[in-house]
Nanobody, 120 residues
Framework: VQLQASGGGLVQAGGSLRLSCAAS????????VGWYRQAPGELRELVAT???????EYKDFVKGRFTISRDNAENTVYLQMNSLKPEDTAVYFC???????????????WGQGTLVTVSS
C-alpha cells in the first residue's frame, strides 16, 4: 500500500490544521498507520498511531492537542492538530507499521511528507 500525506501549511501559534494520509490499495483497513514528523536538523519522531481496529496512541508532546483517526471507507488516516506551537513545525509523514511490545515500527515507503509551519 502506498501512502501520501497532505494538508500542511502555514498557521499561527494556537491555530489548527488537519493532515490527511491517503492510501492506495484495497487492504488499507488491515494496516496500522503512524504519523511522524521531522523538524529541521532533527531526527524523525513518531507522533501518533492508529491500529486497524482504531486504537490510538499518542506521544506525550501532542497528547490533548492532536487527534489521529481513520476512515477505512475513504482509505484515509487523519491527524487533527489543535493548539499548534512553533515547536510543532516540521515535515509530517505517514507510514504503515506494526507494534512489537510498546514500540511501533514503520516499514513502508516514507514519501515526501507535508510541511507544517507554525509561526509565533
Amino acid at each position: 500500500v502506498q501512502l501520501q500525506a497532505s494538508g500542511g501549511g502555514l498557521v499561527q501559534a494556537g491555530g489548527s490544521l488537519r493532515l490527511s494520509c491517503a492510501a492506495s490499495g484495497s487492504t488499507f483497513g488491515t494496516y496500522a498507520v503512524g504519523w511522524y514528523r521531522q523538524a529541521p536538523g532533527e531526527l524523525r519522531e513518531l507522533v501518533a498511531t492508529v491500529t486497524s481496529d482504531g486504537v490510538t496512541e499518542y506521544k506525550d508532546f501532542v497528547k490533548g492537542r492532536f487527534t489521529i483517526s481513520r476512515d477505512n471507507a475513504e482509505n484515509t488516516v487523519y491527524l487533527q492538530m489543535n493548539s499548534l506551537k512553533p515547536e510543532d513545525t516540521a515535515v509530517y509523514f505517514c507510514n504503515t507499521g506494526y507494534y512489537k511490545g510498546i514500540y511501533f515500527y514503520a516499514y513502508g515507503d516514507w514519501g515526501q511528507g507535508t510541511l507544517v509551519t507554525v509561526s509565533s
